[in-house]
């Protein structure tokens, strides 16, 4: 019997989270670095509410995400992946309890309102990208801000 296809997409990237972090989190440095400078530039303007970081992968943006916006504002990250998830948790831990990771499905956001919404290269990732977006920025509270990195294939 074949595992539904998000447990499979599941199972793969867990297989591949180790060498990923390794080898994609630094060649995908710039971009994060352009989404964080961005995060950073709107800080003063944010709304109250806390950070998601959907198909945050190892979890690279999560300590820069809390540093960017301080102790007082929550950070979670989701993926789907649970060996993603864990290096992700590792990355939380060094920040504090107000950072933290879980297995999840990106499509839908925790509850919000959410002041930021930052993703690198996760949207693409996901089954409907437009359906995900809508959500996305549906989660943010007035003003907030969503800062997501797209790298599209054919379309």
Known sequence: MALPASELLASSWTSAAEG????FVPRFAPWTQ???ASL???KASLPAGGAVVPCCGPGQ???AVAEALGTERPVLGIDLAPGMIDI???RAAACGDHVSAVVGDAMQL???PHSVVLS???LQQLPDPAAALSTWVASLAPEGIAIVCF???SV
């Open 110 to 112: 925790p509850p919000g």
């Open 88 to 90: 992700a948790q590792r």
């Open 120 to 122: 690198v290269f996760g």
């Open 61 to 63: 943006e999560l300590p």
């Open 151 to 153: 790298w599209p294939g």
């Open 34 to 36: 352009d989404a964080l």
């Open 40 to 42: 950073v530039s709107r």
């Open 20 to 23: 990923y972090d390794e080898l």
